[in-house]
C-alpha cells in the first residue's frame, strides 16, 4: 500500500502555519514531520537517518533576508531526504516564480487559491513529479513570459463547495474540515447542538456520502490516488458489512476529503 508522505512545514505566521498543519495531519496521504522556521533545525531534520522527509512547504514571506528562502531550498536540494520543495505565499512574486522553475522545485503556491487543498498540491509534485502551481501564479508566468515546466498543473483550492448554503458552509468549515464539537457549535453559533448535527447531515447528502455507501457512486470519480482510494473503499466495506455500526468519526473523514477535492488541470 502507498505510504503517508512526510511533510516539514517551514512558516513563520503561527495562523497559516496552525491550519496548514492541521490539514496536512487530517489528510490521509500526508503527515506533519516537523514544523519550524530555523534554518539549524532545517538542515538538521533534512539529514534525519530515521525520518525522512518527502516534501517542504516553504513560505517565502518570512520578513528579513530575501534570500533565505531560496537557501532553504538548496539546503533541502543538498540533503539527505532531498524532498520536493513546494514555495509558498500570500501573493505571486516573478523572481521567486522564475527561480522555482530554473532550480527543478515542486511547484508554487498561494495560500488564499490553495485553500485547505494543501495535501494534494503535496500528493501530486511528491507521487506524479509535476510542478503544481495555483491560477494567479500561472497568470504571472503568462504576463512575464516564464516558461513552465512541461508537467505543470493549475490546481485551484476555491471550488465551489456542492451547492451548500452559507450555514452549511460554515458549518462544514467547522464541524468537519477543523473537527470542532458540535456541543461547542452550538454555543458559538446560537444554535441548538441538534440543529448542527442536521445542517451536517445535510452537507453529508449533498456530498452523496448515502449514495457512496449505497455504491451509487464510484470514488474513482472523485479520487486518483491510490492511498485515498484504498482508505476510502476500506471504510464504505466496513460501513455497509454493518450499518448499524455507522461511525461518526468514519462520516467526517470521508466528508474532509470529499470537501477538499480541488479543481486541478494540466498546462498544455
Known amino acids: 500500500m502507498p505510504k503517508d508522505l ?34 539549524e533545525d532545517v538542515r538538521r531534520l533534512l539529514n534525519d537517518p530515521i525520518q ?7 513560505d517565502t514571506e518570512v520578513p528579513g533576508d530575501s534570500d533565505w528562502p531560496f537557501r532553504i531550498a538548496q539546503v533541502a536540494r543538498d540533503s539527505g531526504s532531498k524532498p520536493d520543495v513546494l514555495f509558498t505565499a500570500t501573493k505571486g512574486n516573478a523572481d521567486t516564480l522564475d527561480r522555482a522553475v530554473t532550480d527543478g522545485h515542486g511547484g508554487y503556491l498561494l495560500k488564499p487559491e490553495i485553500r485547505y487543498s494543501m495535501a494534494s498540491a503535496v500528493a501530486i509534485a511528491s507521487k506524479n513529479g509535476q510542478f503544481v502551481i495555483t491560477p494567479s501564479i500561472y497568470r504571472l508566468a503568462l504576463q512575464q513570459r516564464i516558461r513552465l515546466p512541461e508537467r505543470t498543473v493549475i490546481l485551484d483550492g476555491r471550488k465551489s463547495t456542492h451547492d451548500l448554503t452559507p450555514r452549511e458552509k460554515e458549518i462544514a468549515r467547522l464541524a468537519i474540515l477543523f473537527n470542532h464539537p458540535h456541543r461547542e457549535l452550538s454555543d458559538e453559533l446560537l444554535i441548538r447542538a441538534d440543529q448542527v448535527a442536521k445542517h451536517v447531515s445535510n452537507v453529508y447528502s449533498k456530498l452523496g456520502l448515502d449514495q457512496f455507501l449505497a455504491g451509487e457512486i464510484d470514488p474513482e470519480a472523485f479520487f486518483d490516488d491510490p492511498l485515498i482510494l484504498h482508505r476510502f473503499r476500506t471504510i ?9 455500526r455507522r461511525k461518526t468519526a468514519d462520516m467526517a473523514t470521508l466528508a474532509f476529503h470529499l470537501l477538499t477535492v480541488p479543481d486541478v488541470r494540466e498546462v498544455v
Do not use: G
Open 52 to 58: 525522512k522527509v518527502d516534501a517542504v512547504l516553504l
Open 236 to 244: 464504505l466495506e466496513r460501513v455497509a458489512a454493518n450499518p448499524a
Open 6 to 39: 512526510n511533510v516539514l512545514l517551514i512558516e513563520d505566521d503561527p495562523y497559516a502555519r496552525d491550519l496548514m498543519s492541521m490539514l496536512l495531519a487530517r489528510d490521509w496521504r500526508t503527515r506533519v514531520a516537523a514544523e519550524t522556521d530555523s534554518e
